[in-house]
């Protein structure tokens, strides 16, 4: 038998080898399951995890890469933040729907001028509505104590439902044959967001994932902000003594990660979505809690995550097209990989010794 | 005399730590027998072995004449032993007779257990309400229910851990009566303290454990209490040295103070001199944590409440009241003085950012909290590793000896400590101590809420009681008597009324 | 005005299993947010066997077995890993989401068999729930099992300290917890949809969860919020078919916006003190690790 002996801090080695462990953990797993669901499972795993970088169709796959790990990142170090606090934002999806909208309502209303403000007026506005809906459970939750997780993920559901009404209403394409959906902001110059550099995937989602990478380092390593955010999550009743005030915290948290998930929604639904339909929230808002705990919180974690996770969406669509495997896979693959990552977890916070 | 109990050869090895070695000693039929030991010592270990927590490495036990090995608390229960615990192993939000049932392996019905519990704690004059839920109890009616719950069981062995830590002078009174009674019964008591006075007062026999092994066991009313001091840590404890305090001008004043909460404050009022130590007694839970936030600034308070050289600092923040000098140490080591995961250098930040320029510009200084870390670590003799040690892998003295050196090297104009020295060994609490009164030397104003009224009496130059959120007016400690500090205390609330509620 | 009354306990029944075996989760101490990833495995497994098999009473059984089978993942995960429960919770939820959506494709446009109709016009699982409400109570007040459950989540120290098996409890409680879950989902495939949609929970699960806060812990509390739920959603869909002038979506956020005014008003109550309910058990969320 073996008993647990709690550790007084965690190791840097174990916290780097513990996600590493849980890909491969989650890699074999699956190889299992597929192999069980008859598919051959080492072509399964290759198709995933290796040919949308160096495969054959690699050069189209390639770019999605930045495409989809932008918004990821982007929210990703929004919820960092929170999470090493102690506060559970799960609702990013919702911010990211609501952020889309208020940019696309931006744009919407500017048809068809051409104007300088109109692309940054759409940040602003994506950002703005992310973190309003944001503030809705950091206020419910100072002003009355309500559970910010279940209040934010209520929201997820609300904020859809908003963007199906606006799909179909208020927000509906006049020229577009009465299909749900608004306009193609992809087709309005003024209000798109294109791809940067040709056959780069980036556009200027990627780079507000960059700076929000640095500013997180910044915040969590040097100014006092992110001493406050830890010491909030690790101890509560110390942060109070040191003269953090909780609400403030909860507001600017949950505030922050509403407004970096506004934008990561803005940039998509001008970029690569073009539109708000009715189904425009994707997961991203999900998939970024995996990557926020993958990443163990700290920017650079938060990168790599990121990039792997937009390799499993890739290379998920990709198995789905060449071998015909179900499109969920890419879900399972994720949840998987959260539960071997929290499993494995136990190394870097206990020692493990045998029983004598 | 026979033996209820005996233990031959004991042993217990923590990884690093012999926590018990070679331990042999017996409790007779009767006796209520002392177990006297420092923290630490292994008193902890000794009755968790024989209450089936922890199991022995070697050694063996023997209850009434059969082996004892329980293999966990309810094995130890059904062979006679019953425990009560130093912090109650009670469960707030059920009622008295839940927590009696939880107590007992085959508990009657409902109706039965009440009647029984209110006839056994009147027998005891400890009377109990069944149906109350244990969240409206106070400590010494908790500590009513945890006996009931041993007596009910008729233990042939009574495991008492600390148990007057919690009561008034006057509840330890009614408590020990009790445990007479108990005794003319013929159940023997393990009766665990560190306190001299009552064990020479009240116990047949003491054994008395050091560094995990036992010293001896005496008559310990054929002892002073000096020599059972020098047995328990070994050498002659050190002399505190509180000469050179002349007490100066009133630099804090408190006034019609009032907090809400479970246990608010109520018009609490205090003046503090420079180069003063105003000590504040009671038993833990009747103000002291809100008294302290009051203070630091945690829960501001209504304006004009607290004044310090006439600036009004009641709206402040814990931050600004630290700028002006009025600084703090919580009773909670871990979580709320310090943060266990974090480093000793990044526990720097949490009070001495403003004071040591550790943070500027909203830029923290890594280097610097690094030098300051170690400054309090050489300052006050912390054995660690190091200023990158984690908080929670220091020892409960060296982590207290970090907490309140930290403060210490702050310069304060006003210092407030909640129970300075608990669970800190002898050594580091004497060390502590002294640096109290060192402060106070230098013309600070110190403020010791503490429920050790020895430490009270050693350090402080006026003493208050705080009862029931209620402080009582400071006197001069000079000349007060045990019995007038009891009283000022409180009395025993309700202790010996012992009222029951309809 | 009594079919408006079979219809919202129809809709009450998902919610009310659901929150019944979170809140014996929640009462031992541990805070499982799977919900509603156990709901929806529950809800496919339950339909599949309804499918297969042509019994709803079989495939309810097969619900309970899968909602608790993966709540044992959840288990084996914060109890014996010591994962933080709200991570490992969101985790549950998020692979139950999954690993349906891959196994559900073949089940995607079948029928369910006939459900089995009760007395007074409810089917059986409605009459079910309804029975666990003071079952579940009784368990909890009145015997032996529930008082030392609820001594477990109170405080699991001292709960330890008398010798009672802390981990063992939480585990037979989640086991509960999922089996209640897993029944409540297959409750809306089987019975109230007819067929396997992915994803068709829509955040039930998280509503149980809220219904549990409002219940401030109490069975009779969960029938009020289930009820009141349900209510709800019947409300909106006889609106949306009355075809009243507002849009459809914005009657399909009525029971969102209806849990998040509900668990506004309990924790209101609760944080300015009128409350004259039940705290949060003590031991809520937090691991529990015997140092031996």
Request: charged content about 15%.
């Amino acid at each position: 038998m073996f008993r647990l002996e709690p550790r007084a801090s965690a190791p840097l080695g174990w916290q780097i080898a513990t996600p590493i462990l849980a890909v491969l953990a989650t890699m074999f797993v699956g190889g299992l399951l597929f192999a069980a669901m008859g598919f051959d499972p080492v072509a399964a795993i290759r198709t995933i995890f290796w040919d949308p970088l160096f495969g054959p169709a690699a050069g189209y796959s390639r770019p999605q890469l930045l495409v989809k790990a932008g918004p990821l990142i982007l929210i990703a170090c929004g919820l960092a933040l929170g999470f090493r606090a102690g506060i559970w934002n799960i609702g990013a999806e919702g911010q990211y729907i609501i952020g889309a909208i208020c940019g696309a309502a931006v744009a919407l209303a500017a048809y068809p001028a051409e104007a300088f403000w109109i692309f940054p007026a759409m940040i602003l506005a994506g950002a703005l509505g992310g973190w309003a809906w944001g503030m809705i459970p950091a206020l419910l939750r100072n002003w009355f104590g309500a559970s910010e997780i279940l209040v934010s993920l209520m929201l997820v559901y609300v904020a859809q439902k908003i963007a199906a009404w606006m799909a179909f209403g208020p927000m509906k394409n006049p020229e577009g044959f009465n299909f749900p959906g608004s306009r193609n902001l992809q087709q309005y110059p003024a209000a798109a967001n294109p791809e940067l550099i040709a056959n780069s995937g980036l556009h200027w989602g990627g780079i507000a994932a960059i700076v929000a990478l640095a500013a997180t380092w910044f915040i969590m390593s040097r100014h006092v902000l992110g001493f406050q955010v830890r010491t909030a999550g690790a101890a509560p009743r110390a942060a109070r003594f040191a003269g953090v005030r909780p609400e403030r915290l909860v507001a600017l948290c949950l505030g922050v990660s509403g407004a970096l998930a506004g934008l990561a929604g803005l940039f998509e639904v001008a970029g690569p979505a073009g539109q708000i339909t009715e189904s425009f929230g994707s997961g991203y808002g999900f998939t970024a809690i995996i990557v926020a705990f993958l990443g163990r919180l700290h920017p650079l974690g938060i990168l790599l995550a990121g990039l792997l996770m937009a390799l499993t969406y890739i290379g998920g669509e990709l198995a789905q097209m060449m071998l015909n495997l179900p499109a969920a896979t890419v879900q399972v693959f994720q949840g998987m990989l959260l539960f071997f990552l929290l499993g494995f977890d136990l190394l870097t916070r206990y020692r493990i010794r045998r029983r004598t | 005399m026979t033996d209820v109990f005996r233990a031959e050869g004991l042993g217990k090895t923590y990884p690093g730590v012999r926590a018990n070695d070679d331990i042999g000693f017996s409790v007779g039929r009767g006796e209520i027998h002392a177990l006297l030991g420092e923290n630490g010592a292994g008193k902890s270990t000794l009755v968790k072995m024989i209450y089936g927590l922890v199991r022995p490495d070697e050694g063996r036990m023997v209850l009434n004449g059969q082996p004892h090995a329980p293999a966990d608390p309810r094995a130890a229960r059904a062979a006679g032993v019953a425990m009560v615990f130093q912090h109650f192993s009670l469960f707030d939000a059920l009622t008295v007779a839940e927590n009696v049932a939880l107590g007992m392996e085959n508990p009657p019905p409902r109706a039965d257990l009440s009647r029984r519990i209110s006839e056994v704690s009147t027998a005891y004059g400890l009377p109990l309400n069944p149906a109350r839920r244990i969240a409206s109890l106070s400590a010494g009616e908790r500590q009513r229910v945890e006996i009931i719950r041993c007596l009910l069981q008729d233990p042939r062995l009574l495991i008492m851990d600390e148990p007057t830590s919690v009561l008034t002078p006057q509840e330890a009174e009614i408590l020990f009566a009790t445990l007479r009674q108990l005794a003319a019964q013929g159940t023997a008591i393990l009766y665990i303290s560190h306190k001299l006075d009552e064990i020479r007062s009240h116990c047949d026999r003491a054994t008395i454990l050091r560094h995990g092994k036992v010293v001896g066991t005496v008559d310990p009313r054929a002892h002073s209490a000096r020599e059972l001091a020098a047995m328990m840590v070994g050498a002659e404890m050190r002399i505190i040295d509180r000469s050179g305090r002349v007490p100066g001008a009133e630099i804090l004043q408190v006034q019609d103070l009032s907090s809400s909460g479970e246990m608010a404050l109520k018009d609490v009022a205090l003046t503090l001199r420079a180069g003063e130590i105003l000590g504040i007694g009671g038993v833990a839970g009747n103000g002291q944590e809100e008294l302290l936030a009051a203070l630091s600034g945690e829960d501001p308070t209504a304006p004009g409440t607290v004044i310090m050289d006439g600036t009004d600092l009641s709206a402040m923040g814990p931050e600004a009241r630290r700028r002006l000098g009025l600084l703090s140490a919580p009773e909670d080591r871990l979580g709320h003085a310090a943060v266990p995961e974090f480093s000793l250098s990044e526990n720097t930040l949490l009070t001495a950012g403003a004071r040591q320029n550790l943070v500027r510009h909203g830029l923290v200084d890594h280097s610097a909290a690094r030098r300051f870390a170690e400054a309090v670590i050489n300052a006050f003799d912390v054995r660690t590793p190091g200023p990158g040690t984690a908080a929670g892998a220091l020892s409960g003295g060296n982590l207290q000896k970090f907490v309140i050196g930290r403060e210490v090297l702050g310069k304060p104009r006003v210092l407030v400590v909640n129970q300075p020295t608990w669970g800190v060994d002898a050594g580091a609490a004497a060390a502590i101590r002294q640096a109290l009164l060192d402060l106070a030397g230098n013309e600070a104003g110190v403020i010791v809420i503490s429920q050790d009224l020895d430490e009270l009496l050693e350090l402080s130059d006026r003493f208050c009681a705080l009862n029931q959120g209620r402080l009582s007016a400071p006197r001069p400690t000079e000349g007060l008597t045990i019995e007038e500090i009891g009283l000022m205390l409180g009395g025993g609330h309700g202790m010996e009324v012992g009222h029951v509620p309809a | 005005m009594i079919s408006v009354f079979i219809l919202l306990l129809g809709a009450a029944t998902p919610i009310l299993f659901a929150a019944l075996g979170e809140l014996v989760a929640e009462r031992a101490g541990v805070l499982n947010l799977g919900v509603e990833g156990m709901m929806v495995g529950g809800a496919l497994a339950g339909f599949a066997a309804a499918h297969a098999t042509g019994s709803p009473a079989l495939g309810f059984a097969v619900a309970a077995l899968a909602g608790a089978a993966l709540s044992m993942l959840f288990a084996m995960m914060t109890q014996y890993l010591l994962s933080n429960q709200v991570a490992t919770g969101l985790a549950l939820t998020l692979f139950g989401l999954g690993l349906t959506a891959m196994f559900g494709k073949p089940y995607e446009g079948v029928k369910a068999p006939a459900m089995m109709a009760g007395p007074l016009g409810l089917n059986w699982m409605i009459w079910l729930g309804l029975a666990m409400v003071p079952v579940v109570w009784w368990f909890l007040v009145r015997t032996r099992p529930g008082l030392i459950l609820r001594a477990v989540g109170e405080n699991h120290d001292a709960a330890h300290g008398l010798g009672y098996p802390v981990r063992a409890m939480r585990i037979a409680a989640l086991a509960f917890g999922g089996a209640m879950a897993g029944m409540g989902g297959a409750y809306i495939s089987i019975a109230t949809v007819l067929q396997w949609t992915e994803g068709m929970t829509a955040g039930a699960g998280w509503i149980a969860l809220a219904i549990v806060v409002f219940a401030q812990w109490n069975p009779w509390g969960v029938l009020a919020g289930a009820w009141l739920f349900g209510g709800v959603t019947v409300l909106q869909l006889r609106l949306q078919a009355a075809g009243v002038a507002v849009p459809v979506q914005f009657l399909a956020m009525a029971p969102y916006l209806a849990t998040i005014l509900v668990l506004v008003l309990i924790s209101a109550r609760q944080k300015f003190g009128r409350s004259g309910g039940g705290a949060a058990p003590g031991s809520l969320g937090r691991p529990f690790h015997a140092l031996r």
